[in-house]
């Protein structure tokens, strides 16, 4: 039920925001990330944004998960 | 889909799964907490890629099958109510609490709604002045915010009609709770991804400090979830227990501030009923005072009556980890997806459900 998924931010309008997931648009309401820009992802969950996605970490991650795949 | 894909990557995965074999000797039993990681590591098929060492345990991180009866009572009562709309998210439906399910009160004529949202709920009573919209509220720390974000919206806008039955449990405190109970014996557990991503992972920190054992926050993608059990693995292996996320993109320690706040400014923390753990002090949530009039228990007359469990269903125990679904004499004979005679069945995450779809594939 916890479920979130990554949408992109196309429009903001106020406390919501037109986000898009894979290529499906709808509604989300951005009453707890107010933070957010046009261009973020966040993860949306039951038609909130619970959390804009750091795309700095993830890639931070990327590099974790390639250099422990290289090291056994 | 971006953040996705990256994370579903099958050469990453098969040599992560090698260092895993490489790093583990000694024999673990780690807990997903989260009925989402459950799903995931049953359908990416990683209990059986996982070296014999490990052994993975589901945990009671389902909202839906948490909920106790004599909660589910309520929610049933509530939609016997004259000029009422029930609102839930669809997997309420089905759930069957001592002698109804709502989705049984649906087809006695009763107004039970499914919703994508609780804003669809507000907007539904902005829609129907002449009566009152009642939204089952359930989940834990990721949706609770969201359903105090639609409280201050309906105060916003002046909606007085707009109610929510308030159910919502708090994953730390279960978590000790269930240590507490010492009924299994856990070397780490992976912490769930989405509550983190609003409570940060700070609120773990008891779990390595008062009972050494590891600790690590998990995204839902495969690769995220070998990353958290490569991560577990180094903590027992090297014996230095910590709080690590695996999950970075999602979950600052700090978690996401403005959720918190709005969640802390509608509801204060009280008892809350776990089923197959009893009435846990300080593990659930409750209006303020100052919300009590979007209440439905403070604002309605209800009576469900006594309650009583399904004869038979284990759901209680396999939510504290002590049993599996393959404990219980009616899973898949009596009880199945079609005729669910337990929360466990019927919710998508539950776990009876996630063994149902895919214990074949690991040669149960
Ligand atoms: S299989 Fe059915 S009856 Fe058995 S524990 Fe699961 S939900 Fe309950």
């Known amino acids: 039920m916890c479920l979130a998924i990554p949408a992109l931010v196309k429009s903001i309008d106020g406390h919501q925001a037109e986000v898009?997931?894979?290529?499906?648009?709808?509604?989300?309401?951005?009453?707890?990330?107010?933070?957010?820009?046009?261009?973020d992802y966040v993860l949306l969950h039951t038609g909130y944004a619970i959390n804009v996605i750091d795309q700095a970490e993830a890639e931070g991650t990327h590099m974790l998960l390639r250099e422990l795949s290289e090291v056994c | 889909m971006k953040f996705v894909n990256e994370y579903r990557d099958s050469e990453l995965g098969k040599k992560l799964i090698d260092r895993i074999h490489h790093h583990s000797t000694k024999p673990i039993r780690l807990m997903e907490f989260c009925s989402g990681?459950?799903?995931?590591?049953?359908?990416?098929?990683?209990?059986?890629?996982?070296?014999?060492t490990i052994e993975m345990l589901s945990g009671p991180g389902c909202p839906i099958c948490v909920t106790a009866n004599i909660d589910l009572d309520k929610a049933i009562a509530l939609a016997h109510l004259p000029n009422v709309i029930i609102t839930t998210f669809g997997d309420m439906l089905?759930?069957?609490?001592s002698h109804s399910s709502l989705q049984l009160a649906k087809a006695e004529g009763n107004d039970i709604r499914i919703v994508y949202s609780a804003q669809d709920a507000v907007y539904m009573a902005k829609d129907n002045p002449d009566k009152s919209v009642i939204f089952i509220g359930i989940g834990f720390e990721t949706t609770a915010p969201t359903i105090a974000a639609s409280i201050l919206q309906a105060e916003e806008e002046g909606i007085n009609n707009y109610h929510i039955l308030c159910l919502h449990k708090l994953c730390p405190p279960i978590m000790k709770a269930l240590l507490d109970l010492g009924e299994v014996r856990l070397n780490g557990i992976v912490c769930p991804g989405h509550v983190s991503a609003i409570i940060g992972s700070y609120p773990y920190q008891f779990i390595p400090d008062d009972y050494g054992i590891a600790c690590v926050v998990s995204g839902f993608e495969p690769l995220d979830i070998l990353l958290c059990i490569d991560m577990l693995v180094n903590q027992i292996e090297t014996?230095?227990?910590?709080?690590?996320?695996a999950y970075r993109r999602g979950v600052k320690p700090e978690g996401n501030k403005q959720a918190k706040l709005l969640m802390d400014t509608v509801f204060e923390v009280g008892e809350a009923n776990w089923r197959g753990i009893g009435v846990v002090p300080l593990s659930g949530l409750r209006l303020r005072k100052r919300y009590e009039r979007f209440d439905a228990e403070k604002n309605f007359d209800i009576n469900p009556g006594p309650s009583s469990e399904a004869k038979g269903c284990i759901c209680g125990s396999i939510l504290r980890g002590v049993s599996t679904p393959l404990d219980c004499k009616l899973f898949r004979h009596n009880c199945t997806p079609e005729h669910p005679l337990g929360p466990c069945m019927v919710s998508a995450e539950g776990s009876?459900?996630?063994?149902?779809?895919?214990?074949?594939?690991?040669?149960?």
């Open chain 1, 20 to 39: 898009e997931i894979d290529g499906v648009t709808r509604q989300a309401s951005i009453q707890l990330t107010p933070e957010v820009k046009v261009g």
């Open chain 2, 37 to 52: 990681h459950t799903v995931a590591i049953f359908k990416h098929g990683i209990r059986q890629l996982l070296p014999q």
């Open chain 2, 94 to 97: 089905r759930v069957p609490g």
């Open chain 2, 239 to 245: 014996e230095q227990y910590k709080v690590e996320i």
């Open chain 2, 352 to 364: 009876c459900a996630t063994y149902y779809h895919y214990g074949a594939s690991y040669g149960e």
